[in-house]
């Protein structure tokens, strides 16, 4: 985050106060930074021997050399050399991150450098045969003898006198970082989520995002940044995704504590601290997934933000790490957006919205620090959850005309009752972000000349709050409608079933009551049909009934039936 001389500088001092980490995040308590009594102005030669070290930590092939030659045979250092071995969401090989890997193998803060010269040194010199003992505090394995000499003679501007503590940072970091780079190198692949711009009022390098070449990923993680001419230059930082061995990388280059690394990688809920001179903070961030569309139910991604700033009074750097939400899915009620591309290709893992913005020809943003980088940020993530408050808010009014319509009456209940819970949710992170937002108004050095600009985004904040709870009492509303839109339905389908049990009883009544007529009607005739049909014959075998033996007595038969079957229907219709 700052220039070499200004690392360690503080830690030379005795008294300071050091980095806390608030356990009550609710608290709105401005942010409080290490109070140093180390200050004085450098000599001649101490300038001389500061350029001499920062020339010698920027070359990466000199250190990337050494720890090639130094560690390539040594089995821990080989699996520090792809960091994604030691940590990440699909190993359970260390259940305490901080503790067994970035505390043990990458904490460069300055509390831990000065802590660990500080045990093996005397008279503030730490001797060439106490250094093996000092690496060995980050997992280093003891240099050979011609390899120490070797690098001793290159950084230390007395080797036998012994190191200074920036003398022994500089060997250190650089060895930490030359593991992690060769590692990247190994796997280039690795790199294209980062992106490095440097921009100011009157220019912005590159001129399109592109990924670093092995050259430049080894000029931009070892180098510094020339301070003659470009003092208002701000570096903007931006990895897309979770590569770890690039966050390693990143915290050991620009000394992060190892708290906010952590939290990075367990993706810690919306917080801001201050760690020494730079402000770390995380951001659950969450977007529509597709164009607002009333007709349709709405659809949000959550994503993961963390940023590091640098702060006063040069803010100049802010490194931001966006990657996806692992704990969104679960937490967002019947979340299942389909996610097509991949996470490199995705637009808002690579915050286009800033990227557009800078490259504006009349950039707003490019004319001041880091501040307001993060503002911008803050300000992106205050208009994504008004949107997607704006979005329910649509969603609802069409759920409200189709349960007054009568249309969907159950899908429009249950998504009400849905969209209710996920309101919560978004008022929740909403919370959490404008407490972000208070804490840096709270900060003086972070909100000098910004204060109107952080207030504008928590006012956005407190807006879309408001819309969210009247839209969830708009949710409770429709669902009451539902109830009784679908008690109305229910008792008008009982009522529908009466009515159609009652047409089949009549419909059955008078199929049994023409049955029963016709049977009344057709009994004489079936009668009379029994009697002639019988077949009973005298001695000498003619039919015993006379009226079998008429000349015309079939025509009589008919006769008779027809005309008492006419008058009996006669009868049967007068009467019925």
């Known amino acids: 985050m700052v220039q070499r001389a200004r690392v360690l500088a503080w830690s030379r001092g005795k008294t300071f106060e050091g980095s806390q980490r608030p356990d009550a995040q609710e608290s709105d308590d401005p942010l409080q930074s290490p109070q140093f009594e180390f200050e004085r ?122 190191l200074q503590l920036q003398e022994f940072e500089a060997i250190v970091s650089r060895t930490v ?19 490095v711009t440097d921009y100011s009022a009157r220019s912005i390098e590159p001129d399109k995002q592109q990924s670093l070449s092995e ?57 801001i601290d201050r760690y020494g001179d730079h402000y770390f903070g995380t951001i659950e961030r969450i977007s529509l997934a597709h164009q607002r569309n009333p007709h349709r139910p709405v659809e949000v991604i959550g994503h993961h933000v963390s940023f590091f700033c640098s702060g006063a009074p040069n803010m100049d750097t802010v490194i931001t790490v966006c990657q996806e939400d692992q704990s969104f899915e679960k937490e967002w009620p019947r979340a299942g957006v389909t996610l097509v591309s991949t996470t490199l290709q995705r637009p808002e893992l690579k915050l286009q919205k800033i990227e557009k913005r800078l490259r504006q020809p009349v950039s707003r943003l490019r004319e001041r620090r880091a501040n307001f980088f993060v503002h911008a940020v803050l300000d992106i993530c205050a208009d994504e959850i008004s949107d997607v408050v704006r979005a329910f808010g649509n969603r609802l009014q069409v759920l409200e005309q189709d349960a007054h319509e009568g249309n969907k009456v159950d899908s429009a209940g249950d998504e009400a009752a849905t969209i209710r819970t996920q309101l919560a949710l978004v008022d929740r992170r909403g919370k959490s972000l404008q407490r972000v937002v208070r804490r840096l108004l709270a900060d003086e050095d972070f909100s000098e000349g910004m204060f109107s600009y952080l207030n504008d985004v928590s006012d956005h904040l407190e807006e879309a709050r408001d819309d969210s709870g009247r839209l969830a009492e708009k949710c409770i509303g429709i669902q009451q409608l539902h109830d009784r839109l679908a008690e109305a339905y229910q008792d008008k389908m009982l009522k529908s079933q009466e009515m159609l049990r009652a047409k089949q009883a009549d419909r059955l009544n008078n199929i049994l009551f023409v049955l029963t007529l016709v049977t009344t009607i057709f009994c004489p005739v079936q009668f009379m049909c029994g009697v002639y049909g019988m077949n009973f014959v005298d001695n000498t075998g003619r039919p015993a009934i006379p009226e079998l033996l008429w000349r015309n007595g079939y025509l009589y038969f008919w006769l008779i039936v027809v005309s008492y079957l006419m008058a009996a229907f006669s009868a049967a219709a007068y009467l019925y």
Request: glycine content about 4%; charged content about 25%.
């Open 177 to 195: 970082l030359a593991r992690l780079v060769t590692g990247l190198e190994q796997h280039p692949r690795a790199v294209e989520c980062l992106k």
């Open 41 to 162: 102005a450098q000599s001649a030669e101490e300038a001389e021997a500061s350029f001499r070290l920062d020339t010698v930590e920027s070359d990466g092939d000199f250190w990337c050399d050494l720890i090639y030659k130094w560690s390539s045979q040594d089995a821990d250092c080989q699996c520090i050399l792809d960091a994604n071995t030691l940590v990440g969401p699909n190993t359970s090989r260390h259940d305490d991150v901080r503790e067994d890997v970035l505390e043990s193998l990458f904490d460069l803060s300055p509390e831990r450098i000065f802590e660990v010269f500080e045990a093996n040194s005397r008279m503030n010199l730490l001797a060439p045969g106490k250094l093996p003992k000092a690496l060995k505090a980050y997992g280093l394995p003891e240099p050979a003898k011609q390899t120490r000499q070797k690098m001793l003679m290159e950084v230390c501007r007395n080797p036998d006198a012994g």
């Open 215 to 271: 050259d430049q990923c080894r000029q931009f993680f070892f180098g510094h940044r020339p301070t003659n001419g470009l003092a208002s230059t701000v570096r903007w930082v931006h990895v897309t995704g979770l590569e770890l061995s690039v966050v390693l990388a990143l915290a050991v280059k620009y000394s992060l504590h190892p708290l906010a690394v952590e939290d990075t990688i367990q993706q810690n809920p919306c917080k």
